[in-house]
């Protein structure tokens, strides 16, 4: 089974406007956490947000913040007023275990997401 | 935030010789390295977990002969893709992280062999 489920293979969004990008994860770990990278056309692999399995509260980075569902195992990325820089693919990934040292990571198959002036 | 730099980020190289990437940790020591490729399109998927000081750990079908994998310092790891051939073309990345929650990546490493 996947660990990690990027429904949306792409994405369009208006500029200024706010986008959704889904993610559920599949994970038996009382202990684990929730990453969203986004990789430009370059390459780079560039840390937007984190959320924890036990933080009571959703995450927020700036434009970016995190639906985080915990009954529902999702975990969707929110980003408000969408800038032409945000086009770019974006993986959702997730560490289980308590984090420190050693942390493995699985990536989902990300969702591309275009900017439309 | 932490700064990782890859160095080449895009190399060719004949079939039938090694090439070696390297991952530094530029502004913190890296108590843990990964080394991942990526297909067109497709996701990361992790070949191995790398710790200071200790052999690295592969994942299930990634050929450690193949690709060697070094973290002598807590600042570098390298990757040496041995014996190339054109299916190893893909873009490696690494990613660096000391205990904190998100790891942070290089710039990747575009590979491809004639």
């Known amino acids: 089974a996947q660990k990690i489920t990027q429904t949306q293979p792409g994405m369009f969004v208006q500029e200024k406007e706010a986008v959704t990008l889904d993610c559920t994860y599949d994970?038996?770990?009382?202990?684990?956490?929730l990453f969203w990278y986004k990789q430009p056309s370059s390459g780079e692999m560039i840390f937007l947000i984190y959320q924890g399995s036990y933080d009571q509260q959703n995450a927020t980075e700036g434009r970016y913040s995190l639906n985080f569902q915990k009954a529902r195992k999702s975990a969707n990325l929110v980003i408000s007023a969408s800038q032409l820089g945000d086009s770019a693919m974006y993986f959702c990934a997730m560490r289980e275990g308590p984090g420190g040292g050693y942390q493995k990571v699985t990536f989902g198959t990300g969702t591309k997401l275009q900017v439309i002036p | 935030g932490a700064v990782v730099s890859q160095h080449p980020s895009r190399v060719i190289c004949k079939s039938g010789t090694s090439v070696k990437i390297e991952c530094r940790s530029l502004?913190?020591?890296?108590?843990?390295m990964f080394w991942y490729r990526q297909f067109p399109k497709q996701s990361l998927m992790l070949m191995a977990t790398s710790n200071e000081g200790s052999k690295a750990t592969y994942e299930q079908g990634v050929e450690k002969d193949k690709f060697l994998i070094n973290h002598a310092s807590l600042t570098l790891s390298t990757l040496t893709v041995t014996s190339a051939h054109p299916e190893d073309s893909s873009f490696y990345i690494c990613s660096a992280s000391w205990g904190r929650t998100e790891a942070f990546f290089g710039q990747g490493t575009r590979l491809t062999v004639v």
């Open positions: 994970t038996s770990d009382p202990s684990y956490g």
């Open positions: 502004d913190f020591q890296a108590t843990t």
